[in-house]
């Protein structure tokens, strides 16, 4: 990845270029978030609320930004608040189409992990992933995930949930 573009936790300033970007997503792969973009919309403005609001970190959406740009995304949710809980869910991954290939989603997804892991105290992360988003599957298994179930939304569209132990 380019040396000129960051990796941060979103904050509240981030607002309005976080919306804009998953609008972006929302036109461009709207299959991709398994609901109407209505639907996607509101659930996006909740996720992100939550996120500022969350004193335990326990709801955190990553950014990769070059210069004050947001070109990518990565949500990352502790499934239960309370400190028993050991998974963690990675969701809302997504980077702008021109800026593909250089590694965005491959240092968000390692930020994600080591936080999981070392913050979170996470024991498994998981996620689903359009079957047909090969490049992202492949992503996902270059990192250890492994396919847990398959599920056929319609004939011709499936969704891979997958699943990373982090701890032996």
Known sequence: MRSDIKIRELGKNDREAYFGLLLLALEEAPESFLMST?????????????????????NLIFG?????????T????????????????IRG????????GIGIAKTLLETAIHHAKEHMKCHVISLSVESASRAAQKLYESYGFKIERTE????????SHMFLPLRD
């Open 152 to 159: 056929v939304k319609e004939p011709t569209y499936e969704i």
């Open 64 to 72: 990769a930004f070059l210069h004050d740009a947001l070109l990518g």
């Open 93 to 100: 991954v997504y980077t702008q189409p021109k800026y593909r």
């Open 38 to 58: 209505k639907e996607a919309k509101q659930q996006i403005m909740q996720t992100f609320q939550d996120s500022l609001t969350s004193d335990d970190k326990s």
């Open 74 to 89: 990565l949500g990352l949710l502790k499934k239960n608040k309370d400190k028993a809980s050991s998974s963690a869910i």
